[in-house]
């Protein structure tokens, strides 16, 4: 085992700072860690030293990431500094790199953390095997068979003619040949196609500027390649000039670049979605709502109904995109809910159906008994959608579609990643092409797609990953060309009973009403069509465009008292919430139902995703809209004017007694 690593953390918040610590420990990287949050406890604790790595917020009430930075550089210049901040812009994390930090991962982001340590880590392992190397090489007392072969890496020293003179045992090892078989071979034959021209170049700049170092695919005699940064050193031995060198293995820290990578583009997905989805959402709110209006007008005989269905269908499609963009970045709205698979499964049997063509069978097998699981079931629809869409495309000459739920106990033995424990499987077989280990390698990279162009996003099973690792659970795939393609989901058990408040949407015309409702909204096209629509369900609806537009419509309005405030979230002037709480002040039992095309990190800095807040995402239906506001002011359960009027009647009550 590993010792502990001894981690510095400099962060004022100690939330942030217990979910990093617990982030680091869930991805297997055992640590002691010590939190200062000022200037003096930061300086304190670099001098007591026995440090590995250091952490940093960018702000602080009285201090900063760039100061705490250049002390650290100061003192100790080899322990690697990670920017971990929720504020860090583009231009600061330059700077930051620029000054000498290792790496920077943002707080809404941290799937980034564990591999930015562990490649932090690795580095400085690197450089001091590096320097050990080089005090090998000037010391001739210590080049010994002994030392050489101590060595984790490999060895070796040939003269300019390219014949080696000396190397250790792990070159034999790693190369797979025997030494009177090195003996008659060169450097260059352990390299092939472009890169052997490289590594020729770098071997004449050592000998002609004393020194170079390279990284390369080092072949085996078995054909495996190999990630290797190689040192070379010119030295004089026995009067003529030789290249003494060392060989590193690198595949590992290669593949945390990898993932590094993969991280980054992450984020730039989540700065992507947030930069549309606000816009977008409400384009196509207009868009699925007035679709929602004109097919209602159309009678099923009408020869427009077929054109209005598809303006409909293309919104709905670019709806679900946004949402799959959304759900990826992991940005979406999350509604998670104690539920049944094969409930799940039920509801959705005839949309399955749907998407399938007429010469592909599909067959359900809903397990016996199976347990509950927790997740939201519109995610849940999404991961089946996903891979019925993908098993259909691999089947266009027809095939066998299997869908099947059962219980299961994993343990981590033979599901690598997976966490041991009770849980309800998920199994979506089909008998189409298979892939091959290839593709399987970049499955659920997002926008890799085998399909033509325009015949796909590359989405899908980047966000069904994502939707299962929200809902901390496990995926597996089986797959071989020519015999078909499973997918295994795993979500755990859990005890609770069903969420029966979870209902499927109703097909019957939308709910009528007479309340007088206020409507803020700072989109004109949005405010004037969910107007329009309450309003031919027979509501009495009043207008505003902000918040402080809001209020004064409210100050000003004579007529039935308001029953519900429909607001959006983010606004000029004066946003959703805090209007809302100016007129609660007023108002005690006002309700108030938030819209936003938001993402969660925005609306969360706005209060509306706590428990208990009713929230309806963009884009929605007028039909949705209109059952969600039929149910709000139909439940009168929990006014403050009803509680006062029960403490009234039970105090009555006492009294008479």
Same mark, same amino acid.
């Given at each position: ?146 030392? =050489? ?145 004109? =097919? ?90 996903? +891979? ?40 979506? *077989? ?77 097909? *019957? ?19 004037? +069509? ?72 925005? =609306? ?11 929230? =309806? ?41």
């Amino acid at each position: 085992m590993k010792p502990a690593l001894h981690i510095l953390h400099l962060e004022d918040d100690p939330n942030d700072a217990a979910l990093i610590q617990s982030i680091l420990e869930t991805g297997g990287i055992t640590c002691a860690i010590t939190r200062v949050e000022t200037h003096d406890e930061f300086v304190a604790a670099l001098e007591r030293g026995g440090l590995d790595l250091i952490l940093s917020d960018f702000l602080l009430p009285a201090f900063d990431g760039l100061a705490a930075l250049k002390i650290a550089q100061a003192r100790w210049p080899d322990i690697p500094f990670i920017v971990a901040s929720g504020t860090l812009g583009e231009e600061r994390a330059v700077d930051s790199l620029k000054s000498g930090a290792t790496d920077y991962v943002l707080k809404g982001h941290l799937v980034r953390l564990v591999p930015a340590v562990r490649r932090a880590m690795q580095e400085v392992e690197d450089r001091a095997e590096h320097r050990r190397i080089e005090r090998l090489i000037q010391s001739e007392r210590n080049f010994s068979e002994t030392s =050489l072969n101590s060595l984790p890496g490999i060895f070796y020293l040939y003269d300019q003619a390219g014949k080696f003179l000396r190397w250790n045992r792990n070159f034999e090892r790693v190369s797979g040949y025997a030494a009177e078989e090195l003996a008659r071979m060169g450097p260059l034959d352990f390299f092939v196609g472009d890169e052997r021209d490289y590594i020729a170049k770098k071997i004449e700049e050592v000998f002609a500027a004393g020194a170079a170092n390279a990284e390369a695919r080092f072949a085996a005699r078995d054909g495996t390649l190999t990630d290797y940064y190689f040192t070379g050193q010119k030295v004089q031995m026995e009067g003529r000039p030789c290249l003494i060198g060392t060989g590193i293995d690198v595949s590992e820290r290669k593949k945390l670049e990898l993932q590094f990578i993969g991280a980054q583009k992450m984020e730039v997905m989540g700065q992507l979605a947030s930069g549309v989805a606000h816009d977008f959402n409400n384009i196509l709110a207009v868009m699925m709502g007035y679709g929602n209006l004109i =097919l209602a007008e159309l009678g099923a005989d009408s020869p427009l109904r077929k054109y209005a269905e598809e303006i409909q269908h293309a919104a709905d499609r670019a709806a679900g995109l946004t949402r799959q963009l959304l759900v990826f970045s992991r940005k979406q709205t999350i509604q998670p809910v104690v539920l049944d698979l094969n409930d799940v499964l039920k509801d959705l049997d005839k949309m399955l159906h749907r998407l399938i063509d007429e010469h592909i069978t599909l067959t359900m097998v809903p397990g016996k008994e199976i347990g509950r699981i927790k997740a939201d079931p519109g995610y849940v629809g999404q991961v089946l959608m996903n +891979l019925v869409v993908n098993a259909r495309d691999a089947m266009p000459n027809g095939g066998k579609l299997t869908i099947a739920t059962d219980n299961v106990t994993l343990d981590a033995r033979s599901h690598k990643g997976a966490i041991p424990g009770a849980y309800v499987r998920l199994t979506v *077989s089909d008998t189409g092409t298979g892939m091959t280990d290839e593709v399987k390698a970049r499955l659920f990279e997002a926008f890799f797609t085998t399909k033509p162009k325009g015949k796909g996003t590359g989405l899908g099973l980047a966000t069904c990953q994502t939707i299962v690792q929200q809902c901390c659970g496990h995926i597996e795939v089986q797959s071989e060309l020519g015999k078909g393609t499973t997918f295994k989901i795993y979500f755990p058990r859990v005890e609770q009973a069903v969420d029966t408040t979870t209902k499927p949407i109703e097909t *019957s015309p939308p709910p009528r009403g007479t309340e007088t409702l206020l409507l803020v909204e700072d989109e004109p096209s949005v405010r004037h +069509l969910a107007a329009g629509a309450l309003e031919t369900l027979g509501y009495n609806v009043l207008r505003a465009n902000n918040g402080q537009d809001a209020l004064r419509v409210a100050r000003e309005h004579k007529g039935s008292p308001i029953r519900l405030v429909v607001t959006d979230v983010i606004m000029p002037q004066m946003g959703g919430k805090v209007m809302a709480e100016w007129l609660k002040t007023t108002y005690p039992d006002l309700k108030i139902l938030f819209t936003s095309g938001y993402t969660d990190d925005a =609306l969360a800095q706005h209060g509306v995703l706590e428990p208990g807040v009713a929230f =309806l995402p963009k884009p929605y239906t007028t039909t949705i809209l209109a059952r969600k506001v039929r149910a709000m002011l139909d439940n009168e359960t929990d006014t403050p004017m009803l509680r006062k009027q029960r403490e009234t009647i039970r105090q009555s009550q006492s009294v008479r007694r």
